[in-house]
């Protein structure tokens, strides 16, 4: 069983940077793929980022591409999600996820998944 634990959501102002931390408990975490997804209010969560177990894949969403970095930290088992310049359009609740297998992009294929921590940017 896997436990991830997110942080460092925030309120920021358009144009600001935002850097999430989610550290994970239980499991092997160098063996898992990881993936950042987000949920805006009345949307459908969709995918923001996500890279394969052994960090040689990186996918990003064509709405954060060049903006938005994923990072992996086996030996402290966190994932990390630095977010710059950011746009009221990205205010969400951000989710970590983690799963077995080289597929990062689908959610349905998550097993784990953190509580979710909030991102507001303002105007």
């Known amino acids: 069983q896997v436990q991830l634990v997110e942080s460092g959501g925030g309120l920021v102002q358009a144009g600001g940077s935002l850097r999430l931390s989610c550290v994970a408990s239980g499991g092997t975490f160098s063996n898992y793929g990881v993936g950042w997804f987000r949920q805006a209010a009345g949307k459908d969560r969709e995918f923001v980022a996500g890279m394969s177990w052994d960090g040689d894949r990186t996918i990003y969403a064509d709405s954060v591409k060049g903006r938005f970095v994923i990072t992996k930290d086996n030996l402290k088992s966190s994932v990390y999600l630095q977010m710059n310049s950011l746009k009221p359009e990205d205010t969400a609740v951000y989710y970590c996820?983690?799963?077995?297998?080289?597929?990062?992009?689908?959610?349905?294929?998550?097993?784990?998944w953190g509580q979710g921590t909030q991102v507001t940017v303002s105007s």
């Open positions: 996820a983690a799963k077995h297998g080289y597929e990062i992009s689908n959610a349905r294929l998550y097993g784990w």
